[in-house]
C-alpha cells in the first residue's frame, strides 16, 4: 500500500488549499480514510476521517465547517478541501488508510500513511 499525499503550501489566512492523496496497492472507496496533520511539538490530529461503512466522515471541531473530505473512486484518490485557513493550522498533513471500513479518528489506529505535505499559513 501506498499514499501519496500533494498539494500543501503557504497561504495567507482565510485562504483555501486543497490537498489530494492518491494510493496503490488498496482500494481507498472500500475502507476507511482519514486526514491528519501534526504541527512542531504536538501530537498528530485527526481531522477528517472518512467511513466506508455508512459514508459518513468525521471532523473535529476546530476544523468543522471548513474543511470538507471528498474522494473520486475512479482516481483512487481523496481530497481535503481547507477553507477560512487560520495560523494554528500550520502544520504536516498526512493521509491514511487500513484495512477497516471504519476506525476511530486517531492516528495509533491506522496503519498505512503517506508522506505528508507541509501546509503553512502565515501573513
Known amino acids: 500500500v501506498q499514499l501519496q499525499a500533494s498539494g500543501g503550501g503557504s497561504v495567507q489566512p482565510g485562504g483555501s488549499l486543497r490537498l489530494s492523496c492518491t494510493a496503490s496497492?488498496?482500494?481507498?472507496?472500500?475502507?476507511?480514510v482519514g486526514w491528519f496533520r501534526q504541527a512542531p511539538g504536538k501530537e498528530r490530529e485527526g481531522i477528517s476521517c472518512?467511513?466506508?461503512?455508512?459514508?459518513?466522515?468525521y471532523y473535529p471541531d476546530s476544523v468543522k465547517g471548513r474543511f470538507t473530505f471528498s474522494r473520486d473512486n475512479s482516481k483512487n484518490t481523496v481530497y481535503l478541501q481547507m477553507n477560512s485557513l487560520k495560523p494554528e493550522d500550520t502544520a504536516v498533513y498526512y493521509c491514511?488508510?487500513?484495512?477497516?471500513?471504519?476506525?476511530?479518528?486517531?492516528?495509533?489506529?491506522?496503519?498505512?500513511w503517506g508522506q505528508g505535505t507541509q501546509v503553512t499559513v502565515s501573513s
Open positions: 496497492g488498496i482500494t481507498l472507496g472500500n475502507y476507511a
Open positions: 491514511a488508510t487500513d484495512y477497516r471500513p471504519t476506525l476511530p479518528c486517531k492516528f495509533i489506529y491506522w496503519g498505512y
Open positions: 472518512f467511513s466506508s461503512r455508512n459514508g459518513s466522515t
